[in-house]
């Protein structure tokens, strides 16, 4: 198979990697090659400048909006902010929201953007400034709306950001009645949705459960089913590391290491979460945490630890074939984006490791970003008009099964009975639901085919249809 320019220069680019991995996957699909490169390319890559003033001067900033796919409307990924970013990693990033999406059954196409920011080197006046501009932009091009492109919270950026961006929009597009579902991860007082901040993290720790529950695939590993016991190491103690580490305690794992940026710490009787994030709080590093055996200097060393699961939840090429035979790990979940390099990818394999990959593994954030922008759109909240009436239905319902039976339960039984659904127990459900259906979907595809020679294969081999059937109804392929 032909592979196109863009995947020409995967050893040297992350967009590269995506399309290397897109092409392994390709060979797997029947679609003709000029409609997986339809797939596989960059509809419209947007980079533009903008000036802002700083102090007794101006500054320009760099930024950049990238729509990789359009098969669906709108387009949807988040907004990077990072002195690190550029334009190949934010073509990346879109890439693999648009795979990511077809993976749960999002109805997006692909987005990501980019500021090439410190945020910590601006005040929150200029951050507002940089971040109202760059809306501006987009709105000037096209580049957001409702039904055209939404954008979300990514590295460097959160509810803050969003709710400005949500400002911006309705002030340039006064009356518009769905303006709010410009962009999502936007703070509940703005009509954002419960349980959106933790989502990624949530969805990492369901994805994992749902791994190992497979006792056929574990007994491959040599370990039990179930999370039970389990050793993890997560790198990363930010938005989606703390609440992976959060859920994955609640779901009976061990988290045996942490790895930040200023270094990493290990213990294998395991920390607690909130004990290690106060003594970072107060001290302003995980080092130095009284509960460790173990500290290193170098983050990179916290991964190459005793464990059983390694969840890399920071940065891109975290895992590469310079650390890869050191990694002792039999599941790796990438919980970051491209945080494993193809070569890197392929010697965990051919070592008997199973990849959950980033594409399926961080999908909760997109997933109730869905659920936001449904609402937004709706203009009612879930739960909204049913809570009531479900909880009078189960309370007749209970006082009915009461008169009739003789057994009276006690107030705590009631209240579990009779209790109706809050909206933040729905988007946990349906969550849920997403993650673990998408799980076996993918597992599936690479049980029925024994040339897949991985989960992320699987995965791309999934999505590449899903997208492929699109552009086919569509009418530009018979």
């Known amino acids: 198979m032909a592979k196109s320019i863009d995947a020409a220069h995967s050893e040297t680019s992350f967009f590269g990697d995506v399309c290397q991995f897109f092409d392994h996957a390709a060979q797997f699909t029947s679609h003709p090659e000029g409609l997986l490169d339809q797939i596989r390319s960059c509809n419209s890559v947007y980079r533009f400048r903008f000036p802002i003033r700083r102090g007794n001067g101006f500054e320009v900033i760099d930024a950049w909006r990238v729509e990789h796919s359009h098969h669906k409307s709108p ?8 002195e690190m970013v550029n334009e190949d990693e934010v073509m990346a990033l879109a890439a693999l929201m648009t795979y990511k999406c077809a993976i749960v059954n999002v109805p997006f196409g692909g987005a990501k953007g980019g500021i090439k920011i410190n945020p910590k080197e601006y005040t929150v006046a200029e951050l507002e400034n940089i971040t109202r501009r760059y809306t501006v932009e987009l709105i000037k091009k096209n580049f957001i709306g409702p039904g055209i492109d939404v954008p979300a919270p990514d590295y460097g950026s959160g509810e803050r950001e969003m709710s400005w961006i949500a400002d911006t929009y309705q002030t340039m597009n006064p009356g518009q009645l769905d303006a709010l579902g410009c962009v999502t991860g936007k703070p509940l007082a703005l009509h954002g949705i419960a349980g959106r901040k933790e989502a990624t993290g949530r969805g990492v720790a369901i994805s994992i459960r749902e791994c190992v529950s497979v006792a056929e695939d574990m007994q491959k590993l040599g370990l039990e089913a179930g999370l039970s016991g389990k050793r993890v190491i997560v790198q990363g103690m930010g938005n989606v590391g703390y609440y992976t580490i959060k859920y994955l305690t609640e779901f009976g794992a061990t988290i045996v290491g942490i790895c930040e940026f ?9 920390f607690d979460l909130d004990e290690v994030f106060n003594h970072r709080k107060t001290t302003g590093s995980i080092l130095g945490f009284s509960k460790a055996h173990k500290e290193f200097k170098n983050s990179s060393e916290g991964l190459e630890q005793e464990c059983d699961i390694l969840v890399p939840a920071a940065l891109e090429n975290q895992l590469t074939e310079h650390n890869v035979a050191n990694i002792k790990a039999k599941i790796i979940a990438e919980a970051a984006n491209g945080p494993t390099t193809p070569d890197a990818a392929s010697a965990l394999i051919e070592r008997g490791c199973i990849l959950i990959p980033d594409m399926y593994c961080n999908a909760g954030g997109v997933t109730v970003s869905y659920f936001e ?12 008009m049913d809570k009531r009436y479900e909880e009078n239905a189960n309370l007749n319902l209970v006082n009915t099964i009461e008169k009739s039976t003789g057994v009276t339960l006690d107030a705590t039984q009631r209240s579990m009975i009779i209790k109706g659904a809050s909206e933040l127990e729905l988007v946990n459900s349906g969550l849920e639901d997403t993650m673990i259906r998408s799980y076996h979907e993918i597992r599936e595809i690479k049980m029925e085919n024994s040339r897949i020679d991985s989960l992320r294969t699987a995965a791309f081999v999934s999505s590449i249809n899903k997208v492929a059937v699109s552009y086919m109804n569509m009418g530009i392929w018979p």
């Not at 200023?262 to 395991?270: Q, T, V």
């Not at 449904?374 to 879930?382: C, G, R, T, Y």
């Open 373 to 384: 922008w449904l609402k937004n759109l709706s203009h009612v909240a879930f739960g909204r």
């Open 75 to 82: 387009t949807k990924g988040g907004i990077r902010y990072s």
């Open 262 to 270: 200023e270094g990493a710490i290990y213990s294998s009787e395991g």
